[in-house]
């Protein structure tokens, strides 16, 4: 039995490439910066806003996930708001009192989100964790 992170080729098993890695290259790509802006864009309903709450937060990452390459979609889950709380936790501090966002801190904020998420799926899978196709979740 194989066992989880290999694949069998041509007889010889071969690592798979970590989650963690493929995201770090969409990240530092051209296409991040231009979904990222067209997903908070979509879910800001196209109005421009210094400020982000919680509501347009969660739709930009939902936007940005439909927008992620077909290999990341298929690792990654969409992640849901009790995940997102989560991972942002320790950024709580860059949150003003009127409980919003600045819309600059959006891009570290999602990709924070993505990293997290693609660790736990790492290590989820460096446990024994099965392999499954996030788009079938």
């Keep these: 039995m194989m066992g989880t992170g290999e694949r069998k080729e041509d007889g010889k098993k071969k690592k798979k490439k970590k989650v963690a890695d493929i995201l770090e290259e969409y990240l530092s790509g051209k296409e991040f910066p231009l979904n990222l802006s067209e997903s908070l864009s ?4 196209g109005q421009s806003a210094s400020i982000v709450n919680d509501e347009i937060l969660m739709k930009t990452i939902g936007e ?11 690792e990654l889950p ?3 708001k009790e995940f997102v709380e989560g ?3 320790k950024m709580k501090s860059k949150r003003p009192r009127s409980g919003c966002w600045n819309v600059n801190d959006v891009p570290e904020m999602l ?3 993505l990293i997290t998420l693609a660790i736990t799926v790492d290590r989820f899978r460096d446990m024994g964790g099965f392999e499954v196709d996030a788009t079938s979740l």
């Excluded at 979509?42 to 309903?45: E, G, L, P, T, Y």
């Excluded at 940005?64 to 298929?74: A, D, H, N, S």
């Design 42 to 45: 979509k879910a800001a309903m």
């Design 64 to 74: 940005l996930w439909i927008r992620l390459p077909q290999t990341l979609k298929k």
């Design 78 to 80: 969409d992640p849901d």
């Design 87 to 89: 991972s942002l936790a």
């Design 111 to 113: 990709q924070t989100v």
